[in-house]
C-alpha cells in the first residue's frame, strides 16, 4: 500500500475529505509523472533500526532545513516506540539508507510523516512485545514497556528491545495495530530539545559546503552577465597562469582550484564576451506580460452566479493585486560536492528534494540511478528555493557531478550569492482580479476572483458568499507556464500562491468592510461559517486586545485570515507605525493564532510561525526582484534587503489546541497572511489602500501625497 | 605575497604560509578546516563569518590574513571550554535560539563581542549591535532573549 492511499483512508476516516484534495493539488503541482513516482514501503524496518546499543535510528527521506523535522519526528517515532526521546537519532535526506521521498516541501514533513512513524514505531513496538512475551514467556497483556525495556512484573523478569533485536532487521510483522491516543501521549504535543543544536552552536554541524573529500577542487564557473546571453568568445590564459585547472565539458567553463578564494580569483582573470538578448519585460511591464501570455485560466470553484448577485449589491469594488518576484535567499547559497569513484557518484547537496536529485542526474549523467547516492547534510535554508521543479532544479549537484567526472576528482561548487540571486527559483510576479459586489445590508453577494500566475492554491475564498467564481491562470512551477512568460524560473517560496492569495483576499474583505462601514473582524465573522477559522478569529481578538471599530481608526492595527492547503486555519493581527514623511512603516506588534490540528512539537511551531512571521514582513514591505534585459539588478543584501533583528516586532503566538484534526504542518502557512495583515493597518494608520507588494516607502509615499492630493 | 603569518588562533600559536591578500575566512575554512565560519555573502553584508580578532568582531570574508598577524583569533570552535558550552551558546540552545544555524555561528561570535564591551546591555543595544547579522529563518526574537538571558547568566557578562 503507498503513503497517499494510506493518508487518503485516514483523512476519509477523519471524514475530512478536503485533505485529499489539498494534498492532490500539492503533488500534481511539484511532483514528477506519476510513472517515474516510486512509493514509500510499507516495512516498518525502512523506517526504524534499533541498535545493538538501544540507540534507535529514524529513517526518513526527507530533509532538515530548519524547521525541525528531526526533532519533531523523534518524537513521534519515540512516543510510538515508547524509547526515550534521547535515545533516537535522525538520518534524513540519505538517497542509499532512507527510503525514497518525494521531496521536503509544502509543510507536509509532520502532515505525512508523523503518522508514518508513529505506525513504524507502533507496529515494531507491537512486535516487539509479542517477541518479549515468547521469550518472557508471559502474556502479551501482562507486560509492561518504558524505555526499550519490556518487563514481567509477575516473574520480575525484562528484557530490553536491544537484546530482541541486536541490531538486525525486526522480520515479524503485525497488521492494524492501533496508534496511541491523544491522552496516552508521552511526548507528542510536549516541547522537546532542539535536535542538533548543540552541534550548531558549536561549529559543529556540517553542511553541504564543509564536506572536505580528500583531493577536492573547489569550481568557478564562468556565469552569463544576463538570462538569455550567449557566449561569443572567452579567453582563459590569465587564469590557467594563475595556478588554477581551466575545465570546458558540455557548455560549462570552469576553473577550479584546491582554495575557494584562489579558485575565485582566477575566475575573474577569465576574460569572456556574451551577446546580450533582445530586451524582454521588465520589472514594469511584467504584469502586463503575465497577462498576456498566461495559459487560459481555468475554473477552480463556482457557486450560484456572480452576475445575479451582482444586481442585487449596492457598490461594486473592483481591484487588481500585484505582486513581484521575490527570492528565497537562504544565508547558505546553493552547494554541492560530487565525488565519482569507482564508476559510482556520491554527491552531497543542500537541496529539499534528494530523491529527485538523484533521478535527474541519472538522466543528465546517462548512469542508472543506482550509481549515484545522494547525501544530503542539514541544508542551511530551503523556503522553497531548494525544491527541484525542473529537470535541472539542482543545478549546482548537476554542475559538481559533471566537473567531477571530467576532472576525475571531487569536485565542490558553492555560489556565492550572486550566483543565489541570479539562478533562484523565484516566486513568480504575479496579477489577481476581485470583483465583488456589497449589498446595502453590509453583506457580499458577488464575488469573481481571478488570480494569474501565482497558482490556484488558496485562491477559494473561504468566506460564505452565495455567488463567486474564481479561476487560476498559471501555477508556481516551470512547467506550468508556457516558454517565455517569466523570463527566469520560477519555483514554490514559503507559502506558495497562498501569500499571494491572500494578501489579494483579506485585502479585499477590509476595502468591502471599510465600505460597509462595519469592524474588520466582526465583517469578516458575518461572512464565516467555518468553525476552526472563527475560533481563531475570536481568539485573536481576545489575544490581540482588538476594538471592534470601523477603518481607518489611526490606530494602525490590522487582521487577515489564513487558510493553508484548507487544513490549516491561522489568524493574524498587526500593529504598524507608519511615518508619513518617509513611508516607512515599522510593524510593531503581531500576535498569530493557529490551529494546525495535532501539534506535535509545541516550542518547534511557535518558531515556524515566528520565521514565517519575520520572513514574511520581508516580500511584504521590501522584497522585489529588480530586472531588465534579462539583468537581474538586486543581486546582493544591500540591494535586495530582507527583515533585520531591528524590524522585528513584538510576536506572539498560540497554538489552538485540536489534537483530533490529523497535523497540518506550520512551516509555510503564518507568512501568508503578512502582506494582507500589514496591508490593512497600514489603511486603518493614514487611509490608503496599498494594491502592490511590497509596500515600499516610496509606494507608500506615492499613496499618501495621492491621498492628500 | 607569500609570506608566513603567525596569530593565536583560539588560544593556541598558528602559523599559515600564504599569499598574505587572501581573507581569513577561506584560510579559516580550507587551509585550517574550521568550518564553523561560515560563507555567506562574500561582502561583509550578512554576518555569517564573524568571527573575533583582539575581542572585535570582524568579518572574516572582508580581512585578509596579512591583518591578523600577531593577533587573537577566535572562531566558534574556540568559544567553548574544556567540553563546555560558553553561557551564550547554552542560551541559544535553550532558547531553540535558531533553526536552520547556518547564521548561528556568526550571531553567537556578534552576541559575544558585544556582551565583552557592554556586559549588561538593554534589548534596543542587543537589536542595534546584531543589526547586521542577517537570519534568513528569522529566529531573532529568540536571539535577542538568548543574548539578554546569556547576559543576565553571568557576573560580567561574557568571560
Redesign the interface.
Known sequence: MRLDDLNRRDFMAAGTGLFVFARAEWLDAQQPPAARRPSYPTDFNAFLRIGGDGRVTGLVGKVE????EMTALAQCLADELDVPYDSVDMVMGDTELCPWDSGTGGSTCIQLFSLVLRRAGAEARAVLLQMAAEQLQAPVERLKVAAGVVSDPAQDKRITYAEMVQGKRIERHLGNVPLKSPAEFRLIGRSQ??K????????????T??I?VPGML?ARILRPPVHGATLREVDTTAAEKAGAQVVRTDGLIAVLH?????ADAALGLVKARFDRPAAGPDDRTIFDHLLKNAPPATLLGEKGDPADGEKQAAHIVEETYLNSYVA??????HSAVAAFEDGKFTVWVSTQWPFQVKQQLADALGVSPESIRVITP????G?GGKSVTSPTGAQQAHEAARLARATGKPVQV?W??GEEFFYNNFRPAAVVKVRAGLSGAGKIVSWVYQVCAAGPRDAISVYDIPNQRTTSAGNYTDSSHPPGMHPFRVGPWRGPAANTNTFARESHLDILAAKAGVDPVEFRLNHLTDARLRRALETASEKFGWKPAKAPTGRGVGIACGTYKNESRMVTMAEVAVDKRTGHVQVKRVVCVMDQGLTVNP??SQ?QL??????GMGYSLTEEIRFQGGDILNR???TYP?????W?PR?ETFLIDNPATPSAGCGEPPAITMGAVIANAIFDAVGIRLLQLPMTPERVRAAIQNLQG | MQRTISFTLNGKPERVTV?DE??L??VL???L???????????A??G?CTVIVDKEPVRSCSVPVKDIAGKQVL???G??HDGK?HPI?EA??KH?A????????GM?LSAYALLLKTPRPTEAE???H???????????????AAIGEAAAGTKSGAR
Not at chain 1, 532545513?65 to 525541525?68: A, L, P
Not at chain 1, 584546491?258 to 584562489?262: G, K
Not at chain 2, 546584531?130 to 535577542?144: A, H, K, Q, T, W
Request: net charge negative.
Open positions: 532545513m530548519g524547521q525541525g530539545p532542539w542538533g543544536a548543540v552541534e550548531m552552536v558549536t561549529g559543529k554541524t556540517k553542511y559546503g564543509d572536505s573547489c584546491e582554495r575557494r578564494d584562489v528565497h535567499a537562504p544565508i547558505e547559497t542539514v541544508v542551511g535554508g523556503f558553492v556565492d550569492r516550542e518547534g518558531i515566528e520565521g514565517g512571521i519575520v520572513m546582493d543584501f544591500d530582507i527583515p533585520r533583528f531591528s522585528t510576536i | 599569499d587572501r581573507m575566512l577561506w575554512r580550507g587551509d578546516g574550521l568550518t564553523g565560519t561560515k560563507f555567506g555573502c562574500g561582502e553584508v550578512c555569517a572562531t566558534i570552535e568559544l567553548g558550552l551558546q541559544f540552545v531553540h535558531l533553526q536552520c544555524g547556518y547564521c548561528t555561528p553567537i542587543i537589536v542595534r546584531m543589526d547586521d547579522n542577517l537570519c534568513r529563518c528569522g529566529s531573532y526574537p529568540r536571539i535577542v
